[in-house]
């Protein structure tokens, strides 16, 4: 409940803002019966305006607004952010108190925004030691570094590149936009596989293309399809690296096997061929390339 004298209210027109408006209104009906609710921006969104495309900083900027302006304090306690709405109880027609839960919130120990009546140039009385808005962006820039870094990870992962920062902050600006891994993700995946073999489009695969404002929602609605491989000579597909590394690995076993098995045969051949017994010297020849084949065999199946 709203006393319809907060229309005229001079601080809601000096809010340079819609935004700070709106979320002023939308805390209300979320405010204790003191007129409290946390101060930390993460809850606000969470809370009173979910379905609203206001990010995380927006909703931090319009509630210094109205801490400045007067409308609402942010104070801290015990290193948790609250707000409070200034002279709840007196723009709310028939509330009663004794009808609501008590206040889990503890109370704003330092001193509220002053009611002069007149347009507030200056910000609202506070404590001191108020460090809310350092606190918060501190907190935030961790998190949105760590995120980014995730996502120049799998953005090399997936083209091959090797970018170290987001060079004009087209990764930070779309996560400030409310864009979380998985729309990166996706459209990292989208947009390397119609392009990672077209030689004109491949040298678009880039930060200041895949995540620029006017791209990005395109691209981001565009359904995945994962590249069909180009056949080879064989009519089969191309093998993968780890494939052929495997390959590698095999033919190298093999020719080691092989190397043994002959240096252990050789003695006993030139054995053989000393006194004249030919037949002797083909059969272990034919023993030897018989093991080494089975070894080939077993090897192959990944038995070996």
């Given at each position: ?16 803002k ?24 993460r809850?606000?969104?969470e ?29 801290v306690v015990?290193?948790k ?9 007196d723009?709310q ?8 839960a ?6 704003n ?5 002053e ?8 910000p ?9 808005n ?12 760590a995120?980014i ?14 970018r ?34 077209d ?18 929602e ?17 009519g089969?597909?191309?093998?993968t ?8 690995l095999?033919?190298k ?9 002959w ?7 030139e ?9 002797k ?24």
């Amino acid at each position: 409940m709203i006393n319809k004298r907060i229309a005229k209210s001079d601080k809601l027109a000096a809010l340079k803002k819609d935004r700070s408006r709106v979320l002023y209104f939308m805390i209300y009906p979320h405010a204790d019966c003191e007129g409290r609710h946390s101060g930390d921006p993460r809850d606000i969104k969470e809370d009173c305006c979910p379905r609203l495309p206001y990010t995380i900083s927006q909703i931090a900027e319009s509630l210094l607004e109205l801490h400045e302006v007067g409308l609402l304090v942010l104070y801290v306690v015990e290193d948790k952010q609250y707000l409070e709405i200034y002279r709840f109880d007196d723009f709310q027609k028939g509330l009663h108190k004794d009808r609501e839960a008590e206040s889990e919130i503890p109370p704003n120990s330092g001193i509220g925004p002053e009611d002069s009546g007149e347009l507030r140039t200056t910000p609202a009385k506070i404590p001191l030691n108020l460090k809310f808005n350092l606190k918060f962006k501190v907190n935030t820039n961790v998190e949105q570094k760590a995120l980014i870094q995730k996502i120049l990870t799998y953005f090399n992962e997936v083209t091959g590149q090797k970018r170290k920062a987001d060079t004009g902050g087209y990764i930070s600006g779309r996560i400030d936009d409310g864009h979380g891994f998985d729309d990166f993700k996706h459209v990292i995946d989208t947009k390397t596989s119609q392009w990672q073999d077209d030689q004109k489009m491949h040298v678009f695969i880039r930060p200041s293309t895949l995540f620029r404002p006017s791209n990005f929602e395109d691209y981001l609605n565009e359904p995945y399809q994962s590249p069909t491989p180009t056949k080879g000579k064989d009519g089969r597909p191309p093998k993968t690296d780890a494939e052929k590394e495997r390959d590698r690995l095999t033919d190298k076993a093999i020719k080691d096997y092989s190397e043994k098995a002959w240096d252990a045969a050789m003695p006993k051949i030139e054995a053989a061929r000393k006194i004249g017994d030919m037949a002797k010297v083909q059969a272990i020849s034919d023993s030897t390339e018989e093991e080494v084949r089975k070894f080939s065999g077993r090897i192959s199946r990944g038995e070996a």
